[in-house]
């Protein structure tokens, strides 16, 4: 399925340093209600600049986009044994500011099959699906997170070279798959984002919405590309990363200019297109993203705007919700500056789903994709 991405692109070799350890310990729950991915976004975020981002997805160098230097590794002494817990090895490297956590997750379970002292192809798949499930029942509203581990699982173990192979050959293939969909995963940010430039044209204005890493790439890219445009963010509350992003496009000399959230519509005759990220892509061929991307899809409809969404394969997910309410809910923190009284409810709803009707294409590593091709691809993915 991987051979019809346009990896060539970006076509380089990385290797990852070995590494021995024991089997992977019991699910460990997320004992908080507020989605673990948005408790750590801030954070997050704060960390990324234009010098990391420089440095970690040199494209035309030897180096991988991942920054591919292995994270201190996630062995423990018990005793005398060594124990390999998955969830440390995700977070080591989710240390990473600039790597996604779905790619996270990804390089932890490809250490899982390094770490693995299994003797049989069957203890090892099971070894590796319990793994999997210990990083989904992390955060059960991460949609990235889920779907990267599903379709690690898929990439990996649906190969009918292994039934022919001894065990040691077949977990060096085994091991070899995964690294290699770990490499075809970390170059899908700068695949989208040469894919993107043809669309960004001289004296256009874009409106983006929150703080999307592949969207901040396509927008670096454009002006590397000496291409002429402005920007318009919106704030993005309650967390505040249209403020980052626009911070950080003011560094690469980008004209940018901050709205507010409800300004939307009251400036969407200045723009050109529409650019957002995604958590998820769905069968449907709509997306799940930041708040408020639904309302200014509908504005950008109605004003014959082109909405386009950046989103990496490893995001597409076997979902099909029907509306707002059809999906698990991803909750954080709100802060109004004012008490609330208790009587008040608040909406802390983090994310919204935006209907497929409402997007123009949706730039990914497999290729710029319409809407409706979305379910194929899926089912491509998948097989």
């Known amino acids: 399925m991987w051979r019809r991405t346009p990896s060539f692109i970006l076509d380089r070799t990385s290797t990852s340093p070995p590494m021995a350890a024991d089997t992977t310990r019991a699910p460990i729950q997320n004992p908080d209600s507020i989605s673990a991915y948005y408790q750590t976004r801030a954070a997050h975020h704060g960390v990324i600049t234009s010098e990391w981002l420089s440095q970690a997805q040199a494209a035309v160098g030897g180096v991988s986009d991942?920054?591919?230097e292995h994270p201190v590794s996630s062995l423990t002494e018990l005793g005398n044994e060594k124990s390999f817990n998955v969830i440390e090895e995700f977070n080591s490297w989710r240390k990473q500011p600039d790597l996604a956590e779905a790619v996270a997750a990804i390089r932890a379970?490809?250490?899982?099959?390094?770490?693995?002292?299994?003797t049989t192809m069957m203890e090892l798949e099971i070894e590796l699906t319990k793994a999997s499930d210990t990083l989904k029942?992390?955060?059960?509203t991460s949609i990235s997170l889920t779907a990267g581990c599903d379709l690690f699982i898929r990439y990996v173990t649906r190969t009918s070279a292994l039934e022919y192979e001894d065990f040691n050959s077949a977990k060096s293939r085994l091991l070899e798959r995964a690294e290699k969909f770990g490499e075809i995963s970390c170059k899908a940010r700068r695949i989208i984002a040469m894919l993107s430039q043809d669309f960004i044209f001289d004296g256009c204005t874009i409106l983006v919405h929150g703080l999307s890493r592949v969207v901040l790439e396509i927008l670096k890219t454009a002006a590397q590309n000496n291409k002429l445009f402005r920007v318009l963010c919106t704030e993005g509350r309650p967390d505040g990363t249209g403020v980052l992003l626009s911070s950080e496009l003011s560094k690469l000399d980008i004209p940018v200019k901050l709205l507010?959230?409800?300004?939307?519509a009251y400036s969407m005759d200045e723009v050109d297109m529409v650019f957002v990220g995604a958590d998820g892509v769905v069968e449907s061929g709509g997306i799940i993203n930041?708040?408020?991307?639904?309302?200014?899809?509908l504005v950008a409809h109605s004003m014959n705007k082109p909405v386009y969404v950046a989103a990496e394969s490893y995001k597409f997910a076997r979902l099909y919700p029907l509306d707002q309410k059809d999906m698990a809910p991803a909750l954080r923190p709100i802060e109004f500056g004012l008490k609330i009284p208790t009587k008040v409810e608040v909406e802390r709803s983090a994310r919204d789903y935006t209907p497929p009707q409402y997007l123009t294409l949706l730039f990914t590593d497999l290729g710029v994709l319409s809407p409706s091709v979305v379910s194929d691809e899926l089912i491509q993915l998948y097989l």
């Open 66 to 68: 991942s920054g591919d």
């Open 109 to 118: 379970l490809a250490a899982v099959i390094r770490a693995s002292e299994a």
């Open 137 to 140: 029942s992390w955060d059960t």
């Open 260 to 264: 507010l959230d409800s300004a939307v």
């Open 290 to 297: 930041m708040m408020g991307t639904y309302q200014i899809a």
